[in-house]
């Protein structure tokens, strides 16, 4: 299958009716084993993936790091659909992002509105709208249909504003009109607050859950009535399973 082809599937997929769950993956090993359990599609998350290969979360991988190992998963799953997490897009130009991106094998982007860059300042809601537009149209331009997922931490920095709902939709609405294909408000608080964000807004969401816990708006079988369209794990997947390997090797001590 060839990469425009498994960008168009990835995007058909968030549009099927259904809840799109795409567990989060850090390796080749992990993505074959989660491929061959049936998923239709895979995310890479960057804290995972940046465990795997002994480097920190938010930026401490170089984009030249955090490529390698996207190439190295999209290997591993030629036919699986691919989405990357690039953090806020390592300083790099949009149309440089999305080249390279492609070029590593993946077929979509998560891109936060925090710069650990720039000390962990937030952009400002038109200065990620227009990160997020340029992504866009450098992915139309290429003929592929990158699937851009526009983040906001709006709920992680609640201290900031005055009314951290209204933030997250000033700044998902924004992101939408720029061509984002998914918009994710990570560390949503409850079922009220995401169903007014669904309410509020046109386009696919992302909702972050525990592989063993579900997310803090319900189980999955919540969100589906809810009318979520797509679930990511982040990095709870990889930490959920450390008890169980330790288990494992205990009795080997």
Not at 213 to 226: F, H, N, P, R, T
Request: hydrophobic share 45%.
């Amino acid at each position: 299958m060839d990469i425009a082809t498994r960008a168009t599937r990835l995007l058909e997929l968030h549009h099927t009716g259904t809840t799109l769950v795409l567990p989060n993956v850090w390796d080749a090993w992990s993505a074959r084993v989660v491929a061959e359990a049936g998923f239709a599609a895979l995310s890479i998350g960057s804290h995972p993936l940046a465990d795997s290969r002994g480097q920190g979360d938010n930026e401490d991988m170089t984009l030249d790091d955090a490529l390698d190992g996207v190439r190295r998963i999209c290997a591993a799953v030629p036919d699986v659909p691919v989405t990357a997490d690039m953090e806020s897009g390592y300083a790099t130009a949009p149309a440089e992002l999305v080249e390279r991106l492609l070029e590593a094998g993946a077929v979509g982007l998560n891109i936060e509105d925090t710069v650990h860059s720039e000390g962990g300042r937030m952009r400002s809601v038109a200065e990620h709208a227009d990160y997020i537009g340029a992504l866009r149209q450098a992915a139309d331009a290429a003929g592929v249909d990158v699937v851009v997922n526009a983040r906001t931490d709006a709920f992680i920095k609640k201290d900031r504003f005055d009314d951290p709902v209204a933030e997250a939709l000033t700044r998902l609405r924004a992101c939408e009109g720029a061509g984002a294909r998914c918009v994710y408000p990570v560390g949503v608080p409850d079922a009220t607050t995401l169903q007014a964000l669904l309410d509020g807004l046109d386009g696919p969401v992302n909702v972050i859950a525990d592989p063993r816990k579900g997310s803090a708006a319900g189980s999955l079988e919540d969100l589906q009535v809810m009318g979520v369209h797509r679930v990511t794990f982040g990095p709870l997947l990889q930490r959920a399973l450390a008890p169980d390997l330790a288990a494992l090797v205990e009795p080997w001590r």
